[in-house]
């Protein structure tokens, strides 16, 4: 089944704790991207990746860094995560990004709460 | 930069009623537009998209959108809303290169 998976689901954290959020896809896609969802600001991208090796700032980078050393993967790693990061955080990718009407599949959600 | 606006945070109906979410964007230039449903506990998915043709758009689970280019809108719509549709509703914005903007969302509760 094609499909982007997150991991953890769910994590609760205490500022300044390292962590990182891993995104893996099977549908070969060259495109990824992280977004947050807060209420009432809908969906910002944190970062993304237009293929291997290949990363760049979205609009939220502060904070969050990411790398890209697969294919399929693309993990979001906080180094000293803050309260002001609690979040619920999106993997999504599609198949190369540079044709604009490129549907994204998105992953399940990671819901961080950094205390 | 580009920008979507979503109009309504909050819309409840009752079941059979008829939906309309606005949307509007700023951009001059040639874009692509989607509309994402997110429901309770579930991930984003794709509902409709548009990028050339006929303007009004079909999509999945009876729900449709128009592109008004002179309006810079993008309304989704729907006859006859379901209770099963309560969900939250993105609409998305990609003018070219590799950033797509999603706007602050709309809460749909259809009330049974």
């Known amino acids: 089944e094609a499909q982007v998976t997150q991991n953890p689901r769910y994590l609760i954290t205490v500022t300044g704790k390292k962590l990182t959020v891993t995104c893996s896809q099977n549908?070969?896609?060259?495109?990824m991207s992280w977004y947050r969802q807060d209420p009432g600001l809908g969906l910002r991208q944190i970062y993304y990746?237009?293929?291997?090796?290949?990363?760049d700032k979205g609009d939220v980078p502060e904070g969050y860094k990411v790398s890209r050393k697969e294919k399929r993967n693309f993990p979001l790693i906080l180094e000293s995560p803050s309260p002001n990061q609690t979040s619920l955080y999106f993997c999504?990718?599609?198949?190369?990004?540079?044709?604009?009407?490129?549907?994204?599949?998105f992953g399940p959600g990671t819901r961080l709460l950094v205390l | 930069a580009q920008s979507v606006s979503q109009h309504n945070h909050h819309v409840i109906l009752s079941e059979a009623a008829s939906l309309e979410l606005g949307c509007n964007y700023s951009?001059?230039?040639?874009?692509?537009l989607f509309w994402y449903v997110q429901y309770p506990g579930q991930h984003l998915q794709l509902l409709l998209k548009?990028?050339?043709?006929?303007?009004l758009v079909k999509g999945i689970k009876g729900f449709e959108a128009e592109f008004i280019k002179s309006k810079f809108s993008f309304n989704l719509r729907k006859p006859s809303v379901q209770w099963s549709d309560t969900a939250e509703y993105f609409c998305?914005?990609?003018?070219?290169?590799?950033?797509?903007?999603f706007g602050a969302g709309t809460r749909l509760f259809v009330k049974a």
């Open positions: 999504a990718s599609s198949y190369s990004g540079r044709a604009i009407q490129e549907t994204q599949y």
């Open positions: 549908m070969n896609h060259e495109y």
């Open positions: 990746s237009m293929n291997v090796e290949v990363t």
């Open positions: 951009y001059g230039g040639t874009v692509n």
């Open positions: 548009y990028f050339s043709g006929d303007p």
């Open positions: 998305a914005v990609n003018a070219g290169g590799f950033k797509t903007i």
